[in-house]
């Protein structure tokens, strides 16, 4: 059973940075393949916004992270990072750490369907 952690979150004004934190309590990469972080605005359907396989050899970025957003692993501590800049009043939500034990390479992408395990989730206010 893969457990996840999000940490992070937080209030910033717009054009600030957030570094969120996804700590994976199973052993990693054996179990997990792809890992992703979702958006979810208030009201509104969670979102894919970044993923990366476990190897590290591919990433995907949602339209609205492109150029701002990094996500990245450290695989010794068994966490994953999404490092937010030029943050926005419309990127406010709950950020969402997903992994998945069946997708890898290319088909790792942030779509919900493709992943079983989730985070509680870490709480992101921007404020013009």
């Known amino acids: 059973q893969v457990q996840l952690t999000e940490t992070g979150g937080g209030s910033v004004q717009a054009g600030g940075s957030l570094n969120l934190s996804c700590a994976v309590s199973?052993?990693?990469?054996?179990?997990?393949?792809?890992m992703a972080w979702f958006h979810q605005a208030p009201g509104k359907e969670r979102e894919g916004v970044a993923s990366?396989?476990?190897?590290?050899?591919?990433?995907f970025y949602g339209d609205s992270a492109k150029g701002r957003f990094t996500v990245s692993q450290d695989t010794a501590k068994n966490v994953v990072y999404l490092q937010m800049n030029s943050l926005k009043p419309e990127d406010t939500g709950t950020y969402f750490c997903?992994?998945?034990?069946?997708?890898?390479?290319?088909?790792?992408?942030?779509?919900?369907?493709?992943?079983?395990?989730w985070g509680q989730g870490t709480p992101v206010t921007v404020s013009s």
């Open positions: 990366i396989t476990s190897a590290g050899d591919f990433t």
């Open positions: 199973d052993t990693f990469p054996q179990t997990a393949t792809c």
């Open positions: 997903a992994a998945s034990t069946s997708y890898s390479g290319s088909a790792c992408r942030p779509q919900r369907n493709r992943f079983s395990y």
